[in-house]
């Protein structure tokens, strides 16, 4: 899956010949936190040990869940927030917020002309020219990938991520907030790092 995910198309090669398929899509994955399920949930205790939530996270490729953008915890929803009269964001008004945001990122690579439509689409060399920082937030994203031992490439997600969030945000370009949201959601490369340093103390 590896593949398919970050080039967009999947080879099948046999004897005779070989073919190339179409294969961009959207992977959309869940899983537990830990194998009792509770890790990290405030309202009930987890009885896994920390070398066991490690080994249980690493039956999950690192280099598959390097290729995966966004990486969030969902916490189960209290009493409150479930009878709470607080009316969120309706589909709507996303949804425009959506597709003002993809209208953008169309207009800017086609000024450009470039051969892409989408932020997901940018190569190395297109992050460096549309992913400008400030030294601001070159200073957040520095210290993001050394205390958290992010790869390249997570480094090359979180700048598309971020880029996402300005066209949301209607922003020309990428501030401190929209960076320091995107390195938000690399959940599972934080507790990858964390774990694999508790098994070092602990052994």
Not at 19 to 37: D, I
Not at 80 to 93: Q, V
Not at 111 to 131: D, G, L, V
Request: glycine share 4%.
């Amino acid at each position: 899956m590896r593949q398919p995910l970050e080039d967009g198309h999947v080879t099948i090669a046999r004897a005779s010949m070989s073919l190339t398929f179409p294969a961009r899509f959207m992977l959309a994955a869940a899983m537990n936190p830990c194998p009792c399920g509770y890790y990290n949930d405030s309202s009930r205790e987890c009885s896994c040990t920390p070398p066991l939530i490690q080994r249980y996270l690493a039956k999950i490729s690192g280099p598959l869940m390097d290729r995966i953008d966004i990486h969030i915890e969902v916490p189960a929803v209290n009493y409150k927030e479930l009878r709470g009269k607080a009316c969120p964001e309706g589909s709507t008004e996303i949804r425009q917020r959506v597709l003002g945001a993809r209208q953008l990122q169309l207009d800017r690579y086609a000024a450009a002309s470039e051969r892409i439509y989408s932020n997901a689409q940018m190569s190395s060399r297109q992050i460096r020219t549309f992913c400008e920082l400030s030294t601001e937030c070159e200073r957040m994203l520095e210290r993001a990938m050394q205390q958290q031992g992010l790869s390249a490439r997570a480094h090359d997600r979180i700048l598309k991520v971020a880029r996402t969030i300005a066209d949301l945000d209607r922003a020309a370009m990428i501030e401190s907030k929209h960076i320091a949201e995107a390195i938000q959601y690399r959940t599972l490369d934080r507790t990858y790092w964390v774990g694999a340093a508790s098994s070092e103390r602990i052994f």
